[in-house]
């Protein structure tokens, strides 16, 4: 079953002004639903267009955007709804805290739902826990934290209000490896026990191969690929000609093969690595 | 021996505390010697003490402890005045990690002339320098712009333009890649090694990428405040234990070499390009294990 | 797109009203204000009108455009006009309605004062809006008003904190956007509501840019003073403002246009302003 369906959708800026420009051309896309989809691209391929076309912040020019099988824009006055089930967590959350106490802030997104104290409470809780914030914090003002902490306290905000779909955007931006390793792997564990549909819009490809499932590559506003991480990297040439990166040890693998190594060109981790050169010795 | 041009003797550095807040020793006890014209990384997780190093040897900050020498001159002694600060900030200057909030001007060669302006120079030799220095960072072309058309890259660029048409010797970089996409990264790091090999600018980069870092002569560890290892690319990042341990990484390519040094392979570790990585492991295998 | 507002106003171009130095132009713009006041007769407007499309010829900027800015004051036009028919006593009278009398001098006032707000409008625009650069008009303010530095007004200051504000508006407006757009997939809700409900709908966005607003302020103060900046006192400017001839034949122009209003004001009384 499709979580989330992009059928023939473009979507274009400042339509109808000498500003015009196409961000997104005919794109289709079908995600089902399991663990993390990694979305890369340039800056400017369309990435960001489409997550917020997913999230409802933007209507698309043309073409349907489903969620659950439904067009989000068949009823334009519930669109607050749409936001509520495809929870979008943008690049460095940490700056749109506002309220008095971590626990007030992370509660914004819930009570916006209009559900009961009872449950806000338990959605805090349950958003604080998945986003590895100690409950000992949500007391706290949310500018009394320390930058990663603060970072969670959004990220938290987000996951309290349960979306089907958690899009997040550049999630470990300016972080430090353990605080990029810490955020990440909260992410992947929340995917993992709550079943909700991650997706991941990151440059690093170091990062995507680590946690994601499947891959969207974007170019051009368009979508050059989509298929699991292992399949994404072994078209190394491709990634490159488009100008993206591929991760380091990939491009060990694929230099290999030319000194009579094949250790395949799905090569991603350097775990992989390792243990794919130890079988063959 | 090449001439030292900026030193850090038994550097300290304590936040001072308040009723809720006990006192923090961000830095402690750091003592290292810059050569004139090199590039060195300081390397280090959030919280290492590395940012406040870098506001340190800037003289945002004044030590709690210890000394910096600038050129030779003590810059934290008792007798050293504002003015002699100003003097000094003639010598080093800042790259900042957020490009938006570092543009004063309204247009990007404005920006570029601020520094300058500052200084009193003459406008005609005011004009010859922002030529250049647009020039020397590639930004000619965006003279007139206006700097928030400009992608992060752009920006940075800008930023330093405004540092080298100062004729400034010295240049720290406070996390100025860490807000900026691939594109943007490469961008600015491909001109502070042309600013540190083509015109002599000795680079201080604080960062967290171990990519990065690995462009640097010299990279120096932060953990805690303190020094945690201190040497070329290849000397620290084939002792990675101590990396792991901190929560910092070493490239995959070291990774993977390490990994298989330990099954008993003879393999450099100090390989951090991927073709040579390859080569390298594609010989070892060949002769086997030792 | 939208952060491009800040700087609507100025549209980009190489003409003789843009190259004027930014000093010259606050000169003459106040001169003319001046001469457009001075002007009473028929004649003189007439004069003072063809100056005007004089100016936007020259000014290689779409009359299209400066029609288009008087929309927003279409209101003030019509109010002015509106209060001098039906207040103006004069001798012919035109027509009555109850204790409503509209006299002829009344409608000739109307129209002359109409005019006489969209020649202010059409000299502002053209001389200093439309032609200089927010940036520029800072400048030569500040240059203007440098004698004032003698009696301590901050007048570097000023500007300062004028081109920083002018220099920020964009990246705010982007951050508003931003914010607004983080909150909006929190589920907030800006347009329903009471205004009360409505205005509290604002907290979660005015919050986060006061904080990062001062933030930003922070880290540039301190970029400042990296960059040895240390107030007005040594500094130099890269470009400095030269008046050339072309600045002095303009306010030579325009003094000769007062001359002459004030000439035909007496020669050619006809019909005019009654005030």
Redesign the interface.
């Known amino acids: 079953m499709a979580v989330v369906e992009l059928k023939n959708v473009s979507y274009i800026y400042n339509k109808g002004t000498p500003y015009e420009a196409k961000a997104l051309d005919n794109i289709n896309l079908t995600l089902t639903g399991d663990g993390i989809t990694g979305l890369i691209g340039h800056t400017g391929s369309g990435k960001s267009t489409m997550m917020q076309l997913i999230n409802a912040l933007l209507k698309p020019t043309d073409g349907q955007v489903l969620i659950d099988g439904v067009d989000i824009w068949s009823e334009p006055k519930k669109i607050r709804q749409v936001r509520f089930k495809a929870g979008l967590v943008m690049q460095y959350p940490e700056y749109q805290l506002f309220a008095e106490t971590v626990e007030e802030d992370i509660a914004y997104g819930p009570r916006n739902m209009g559900l009961s104290e009872e449950e806000v409470h338990e959605r805090v809780l349950r958003g604080a826990e998945f986003a590895g914030l100690h409950p000992s914090l949500l007391t706290k003002s949310p500018f009394e934290l320390s930058g990663g902490q603060k970072r969670r306290a959004a990220l938290a905000g987000v996951i309290a209000m349960s979306p089907k779909i958690l899009i997040l955007d550049e999630p470990a931006a300016g972080l430090d490896p353990g605080g990029r390793r810490e955020i990440l792997g909260g992410v992947k564990k929340y995917a993992r026990e709550s079943g909700t549909n991650v997706i991941i819009v990151s440059h690093s490809m170091e990062d995507m191969a680590m946690y994601c499932d499947d891959l969207v590559v974007m170019a051009s506003g368009k979508i050059l690929m989509h298929a699991p991480c292992a399949e994404v990297f072994s078209r190394a040439d491709e990634l490159i000609a488009v100008g993206l990166d591929v991760p380091q040890i990939t491009r060990v693998a694929y230099m290999l093969r030319q000194y009579g190594v094949d250790i395949g060109r799905d090569v991603y981790t350097v775990d992989w690595a390792y243990d794919k050169l130890r079988s063959k010795n | 021996m090449k001439n030292i041009v900026l030193e850090a003797k038994n550097l300290t550095y304590e936040y001072p505390g308040d009723e809720d807040t006990p006192a923090v020793k961000a830095v402690q006890d750091v003592s290292f010697a810059i050569e004139e014209g090199s590039f060195t990384a300081i390397l280090?997780?959030?919280?290492s003490g590395k940012s406040t190093l870098a506001k340190l040897l800037?003289m945002?900050y004044a030590p709690t402890g210890g000394q910096i020498l600038l050129n030779g001159k003590n810059m934290s002694a008792e007798d050293v005045t504002e003015a002699d600060i100003?003097e000094a900030?003639?010598e080093i200057?800042?790259v900042?990690q957020?490009p938006?909030?570092?543009?004063?001007?309204?247009?990007v060669?404005?920006d570029v002339?601020?520094?300058?302006?500052?200084?009193?120079?003459?406008?005609a030799e005011?004009?010859r320098r922002?030529d250049e220095a647009l020039d020397i960072v590639g930004m000619t072309r965006y003279a007139r712009h206006?700097?928030?058309k400009l992608?992060g890259g752009q920006k940075q660029r800008v930023a330093i333009a405004?540092?080298i048409a100062?004729k400034r010797k010295i240049i720290i970089f406070d996390?100025s890649t860490?807000?900026l996409?691939?594109?943007?990264r490469k961008e600015v790091m491909d001109t502070i090694l042309r600013l540190n090999r083509e015109d002599g600018i000795t680079v201080l980069m604080i960062t967290?990428y171990?990519?990065e870092a690995a462009m640097a002569d010299r990279i120096i560890v932060m953990n805690k405040g303190q020094i945690l290892d201190d040497g070329t690319p290849g000397e620290v990042f084939s002792r990675p234990e101590p990396l792991w341990k901190?929560?910092?990484?070493v490239?995959?390519?070291t990774?993977?070499l390490y990994?298989?040094k330990k099954?008993g392979y003879d393999v450099p570790l100090d390989v951090f390009d991927?073709?040579i990585?390859?080569?390298i492991?594609?010989?070892a295998?060949e002769r086997?294990?030792s | 797109m939208k952060s491009d507002i800040a700087f609507g106003q100025y549209c980009e171009g190489d003409s003789l009203l843009h190259r004027l130095d930014p000093r010259a132009k606050i000169i003459l713009a106040v001169l003319y204000i001046v001469v457009i006041f001075l002007a009473k007769s028929a004649a003189s407007f007439g004069l003072l009108l063809l100056f005007s499309a004089a100016l936007v010829g020259v000014s290689g900027i779409s009359p299209r455009i400066v029609l288009g800015s008087m929309k927003a004051l279409t209101f003030i036009i019509i109010f002015t006009a509106v209060i001098n028919i039906f207040w103006m006593q004069g001798e012919v009278l035109l027509f009555a309605l109850g204790p409503v009398k509209v006299y002829l001098e009344g409608i000739i006032n109307a129209v002359l004062i109409v005019l006489r707000i969209m020649l202010l409008l059409v000299c502002t625009s053209m001389l200093l809006t439309y032609t200089t650069t927010p940036i520029a008009l800072t400048d030569g303010i500040e240059q203007l008003l440098a004698p004032l530095n003698k009696l301590h007004v901050p007048v570097h200051e000023f500007a300062m904190m004028m081109s920083i504000a002018l220099r920020f508006i964009p990246t705010l407006i982007e951050e508003t956007e931003k914010i607004m757009n983080a909150q909006k997939a929190r589920g907030a809700d800006f347009s329903e509501g009471s205004l009360l409900q409505r205005a509290k709908a604002l907290i979660p966005i005015l919050v986060p840019l006061f904080v990062s607003a001062f933030r930003r302020a922070d880290e540039l103060a301190t970029a400042m003073e990296c960059r040895c900046y240390t107030g007005g006192a040594g500094r130099t400017r890269m470009n400095v403002l030269r008046y050339d001839w072309k600045d002095f034949a303009a306010i030579g122009v325009v003094v000769l246009l007062g001359a002459a209003v004030v000439v035909l004001n007496i020669l050619v009384p006809g019909i005019g302003l009654a005030m």
């Open positions: 280090g997780h959030n919280g800037c945002i100003m900030r003639r200057g800042m900042f957020n938006d909030n570092q543009i004063v001007a309204t247009v060669e404005e002339a601020f520094g300058c302006e500052n200084l009193g120079i003459p406008p005011i004009r922002v206006a700097p928030h992608s405004g540092t100062m996390e860490a807000m996409d691939p594109l943007g967290h171990m990519n901190v929560g910092l990484d490239p995959q390519t990774e993977l990994k298989l099954d991927p073709e990585c390859a080569k492991i594609a010989r295998l086997g294990r």
